[in-house]
């Protein structure tokens, strides 16, 4: 899974890739537990190891948000990691015998987001209903993917908002989103009514529904892209960062893949702790991290709201990043 000087292929390919060398490196900074934690030992700390065993050493009440990833109820390969399907009920199991375990590692005012598709949503909520209150689905649009032939497209995907109890975070004015106005209004006096007039366009600065067409998922001439083959986007973890957490709170993800949300919650003045199975994904999560100490852009997200996908304001401000 190295950079053999060949994988890069076309010039714009801005895709993170890492060599040997560097794996070697990354490896000797990973966090490997075999016993319990203290907050200290693991705060800001990519941990390498099986997130089912590692929950039950890490310590009590110090998660302010989690995001959870988890494999979907479909056969799938994660570099040296096999997830392989599950009938309904058998999946059941296996998301209870871990998500029960999450409760003692949350705050009481602490949220939870917890992944899943069409396949894996109905047990998702019916086994988070036993442990969490649950407030919410987001439903985000997959944009990617030529098609099926003989069925609807799948390019969509669920998260589902859990709360500990009914004292939450939720930053509505930090997560607002700018839309561009086809038809504005005006007031008597031929000023705009609920919009601004901007060198690029009229705009709309809205309330966040839960429906998200706004996302561009990873691909090879984006700068935050990997080979991890379910990367979450970086503008999807920092709506649900800015939403659900505080500067310096600590941000939980158990299936961190390639790290996505260590280095938002970075980017976003947030302390974070990740779990990741395998170890060539914790090296280029470390690698991220690196990078995230230098560019804390996120793609989409500017000037305190999130832009349109494919707005013509997010573009320049695209280009002034160089993304």
């Not at 607002?176 to 600065?205: C, H, N």
């Amino acid at each position: 899974m190295s950079d053999n000087g060949n994988r890069r292929g076309a010039p714009r390919n801005r895709s993170i890739f890492l060599t040997d060398k560097e794996i070697e490196l990354y490896k000797r900074g990973l966090l490997r537990l075999s016993e319990s934690a203290s907050e200290s030992g693991i705060i800001n700390r990519t941990i390498c190891g099986n997130s089912l065993d590692i929950i039950d050493w890490l310590p009590a009440r110090f998660v302010d948000l989690a995001f959870i990833d988890p494999p979907y109820n479909l056969s799938k390969d994660f570099n040296s990691v096999s997830f392989k399907e599950m009938d309904s009920e058998s999946y059941a199991r296996w998301l209870d015998s871990w998500m029960g375990k999450l409760g003692k590692l949350m705050k009481s005012s602490s949220s939870l987001y917890i992944c899943g598709d069409w396949r894996s949503s109905a047990a998702i909520v019916q086994i988070a209903s036993i442990y969490f209150k649950v407030r919410n689905r987001i439903t985000w649009e997959r944009e990617k993917g030529r098609g099926a032939k003989a069925n609807w497209k799948n390019c969509s995907e669920d998260i589902w908002f859990c709360t500990m109890s009914d004292d939450y975070i939720f930053n509505l004015d930090d997560v607002k989103i700018k839309r561009k106005v086809l038809a504005p209004y005006r007031d008597s006096e031929r000023k705009p009514k609920d919009w601004m007039e901007e060198d690029s366009g009229q705009f709309r600065t809205t309330h966040p529904s839960n429906i998200w067409t706004d996302i561009t998922v990873p691909f090879w001439s984006m700068p935050e892209n990997t080979d991890h083959p379910t990367q979450k986007p970086e503008k999807l973890l920092a709506k649900i960062i800015l939403a659900s957490s505080n500067i310096n709170d600590v941000i939980f993800d158990p299936f961190l893949g390639s790290g996505t949300t260590s280095v938002v919650a970075r980017k976003l003045s947030r302390r974070y702790v990740g779990i990741e199975l395998d170890e060539f994904y914790c090296c280029l999560t470390e690698k991220r991290l690196e990078q995230a100490k230098k560019d804390k852009a996120i793609q989409g997200y500017a000037d305190g709201v999130f832009w349109e996908r494919n707005s013509l304001a997010k573009q320049l401000q695209v280009l002034k990043n160089g993304g």
